[in-house]
């Protein structure tokens, strides 16, 4: 039954999220009393789901504390605000038929900005595994995830300028515009242009790595489908994506002069595609994380973490291919930017936990060790490495208590600081890798 209702949740999504890029030529459909009572009820599905996806992640953190316990309360203060912000904006739309951008650029700002908090603190968690461990997965990993930061960073500079542009009000007359093309030799013009084309890169580069990623995680899967099927599965929702994404409106056109078909039904039928390809790709990097939950059920709480990682992911991808910047009315592209925080949230505490869970089941550890299969392996390592931070931190702070103590009965003059102490434990940390790879 959850399969189910999951599966009926990320449909909506990926219509709202199509229908966002595409609300120029579907004005007509869009602002009917059907489309105006679809979006409602997908915006409120969405703040549901997110009320769902948090609780089941506040559950996860009381069982088991770990630093991100620390921040349940701002969790649910994102969630609270985003709230307030979606009910003041469906009944603005419901009274007064209109809407105020500011109410949008507030939350899109507060959706993105915690998407950036959340991936900054994942990437460098990484990346501090990788200085520990020097696990190659750990640096593919934190560089996708860091692209997904700069992403969403400049996703709000990019939405920002292009919704300061729209008027203040939006109503049923306002023209529905897709204002990304500057055509005036102006620095405004320019860094629009740089600000566009930064976006777009740094999609192109996580999608990259973290198909590199999911081809470590997938790759068990050759010996039961062959090589030829793998290869084709796990490479063609990105060829396709990539291709329609760069492919030149000009030559897509051009097939359609003997067709005589309405150009905009091509134009929807170019999107459909990216965004559908988008989504594919999401679920077959859900699909990686979801094989290694299988390889390892014999930990039913690992399962689970990595599961609801898989969930996350795939949500992820089909809620960052949604846009606001036609707002139109209703706004199409909302309800997939009010849970893109917490496809995140899903995601990371997903991938995080079950490290945590890795490393302190020892009998885990063992299967892994013995385990034929490298996908296995690459949790392992990731899970030597959070083993490293629990160390570190363990003996940071029994250090801390007592170096007072000690100082005081060496009497010596100097006592040495945290960052020595960091500086001392890494140089360890570091003799001990050495010596163990050879």
């Known amino acids: 039954m959850t399969a189910i209702l999951t599966l009926i949740f990320i449909t909506l999504l990926f219509f709202d999220s199509y229908t966002s890029s595409i609300t120029d030529v579907a004005s007509d459909f869009i602002k009917t009393t059907f489309g105006i009572a679809l979006f409602m009820s997908i915006t409120i599905v969405s703040l549901f789901a997110s009320y769902l996806a948090i609780t ?39 009274i007064q038929n209109k809407f105020y951008t500011t109410n949008l650029i507030a939350i899109m700002m507060l959706s993105y900005g915690s998407s950036v908090i959340m991936s900054l603190f994942f990437c460098i968690k990484l990346f501090s595994w990788f200085k520990d461990n020097k696990n190659k997965f750990s640096i593919l990993f934190g560089s996708a995830i860091f692209f997904v930061f700069i992403n969403n960073l400049v996703s709000i500079f990019l939405f920002t300028i292009l919704l300061s542009e729209k008027p203040i009000q939006i109503d049923y007359s306002t023209p529905i515009v897709f204002n990304f093309e500057c055509a005036e030799d102006t620095f405004y013009c320019s860094l629009k242009d740089s600000v566009i084309n930064i976006q777009s890169y740094t999609v192109i580069a996580y999608y990259s ?165 490298n996908e296995l392996k690459i949790m392992g390592n990731l899970a030597q490495s959070q083993m490293i931070d629990n160390m570190k931190e363990k003996v940071l702070g029994m250090t801390k208590k007592y170096s007072k103590e000690i100082h005081q009965k060496s009497n010596s003059e100097s006592m040495e600081t945290e960052e020595d102490l960091k500086s001392y434990l890494d140089e360890a940390i570091r003799i001990f890798n050495k010596d163990n790879r050879k």
Not at 56 to 85: D, M, N, T, V
Not at 247 to 262: A, M, Q, R, W
């Open 56 to 94: 089941k992640i506040l559950g996860i953190l009381e069982q088991r504390e770990s630093i991100l316990s620390r921040y349940k309360k701002i969790f649910r203060l994102i969630q609270a605000i985003l709230f307030s912000l979606s009910a003041f904006l469906l009944l603005d739309i419901l």
């Open 209 to 373: 790595l973290f198909w590199i990623c999911n081809y470590f995680l997938l790759h068990y899967h050759i010996q039961k489908i062959g090589k030829a099927r793998f290869y084709t599965l796990v490479t063609l929702p990105l060829v396709l994506y990539f291709f329609v994404f760069g492919y030149n409106y000009d030559v897509l056109y051009s097939l359609n002069e003997g067709l005589k078909i309405d150009e905009s039904i091509i134009f929807a039928l170019q999107i459909f595609i990216v965004i559908l390809a988008g989504a594919l790709c999401g679920v077959l990097y859900g699909m990686g994380f979801k094989s290694i939950a299988t390889l390892l059920k014999m930990s039913p709480s690992i399962e689970r973490y990595l599961k609801t990682a898989s969930y996350g992911i795939i949500l992820f991808f089909i809620t960052a291919g949604a846009t606001i910047v036609g707002t139109s009315i209703p706004p199409y592209g909302m309800a997939s930017i009010i849970f893109l925080p917490f496809s995140l949230i899903l995601f990371y505490v997903g991938i995080y936990y079950s490290i945590i869970a890795v490393s302190n089941d020892i009998r885990i550890r063992k299967y892994i060790k013995n385990s034929a299969y």
